[in-house]
């Protein structure tokens, strides 16, 4: 059996930690250390300060879990959370990283916004490293997504321009379906639009518009999964 343990934030430490040290992001990355495996890296790429950071040494907590013979992580995903999203997963994924226009040096960007909330999805010059909110994957079902959200048009009354959302994964196509060409497009497959960066500028919101042979409609990912 496996413990299932919550914990709820506060917006604040009431407290403060020995040293001034980040405490909570120190233990964080000793626990990823140890049960993680492989999967550390989606950790770190939240995190990439910690990679930095001593940690302290965790060859006893990684003794302690080869005594009790403790299960992989992926054993986890496989039979405790085997409906999880992993963005990088081959089986998953047909490609992943950063979704980048080459003319402005622009990529997709959440722009801070909460994933837990419905917003309008940006665009931010391209970080130079692997940002977690610059990290888009183009799924095997087809949609432009995060872990839990799906980049979507809804347009009941179609105009010239029309706003990309990201919302909850639906699973559904529909709304939140796109295709992927060679030449870089980024095509809305119910408006038949292209996703479009307009200006370029960072912090703009992007749009689909009526597909042409333009730069600010060309889009690239970072990574792209081989034969799939």
Known sequence: PCSRVGHIFR??????????????????????????????????????DLLSTDIGNVDRRLQFRSDRQCQSFDWFLDN??????????????????RLRNPNFDTCLDTLQNDDNDNYVLGQYSCHKFMAAAQFFSFSRGFEIRREENCAQVIAPFPQQQEAVFMGKCLGQGGSQEWAHTKEGKIIHKATKK????????SMDSLYVAPCQNIPSQ???????VKNA
């Open 194 to 201: 292209c996703l479009d960066a307009g200006a370029g500028n």
């Open 80 to 97: 405790i959370y085997p409906e999880k999203f992993i963005l990088d997963s081959p089986e998953q994924v047909f490609a992943y990283g």
């Open 11 to 48: 917006s604040f430490h009431p407290y403060s930690f020995p040293g001034n040290k980040d405490t909570h992001g120190i233990n964080t990355a000793r626990t990823v250390e140890v049960w993680m495996d492989d999967y550390k890296r989606l950790f770190y790429m939240h995190r990439p």
């Open 218 to 224: 060309v889009w690239y990912f970072d990574h792209y």
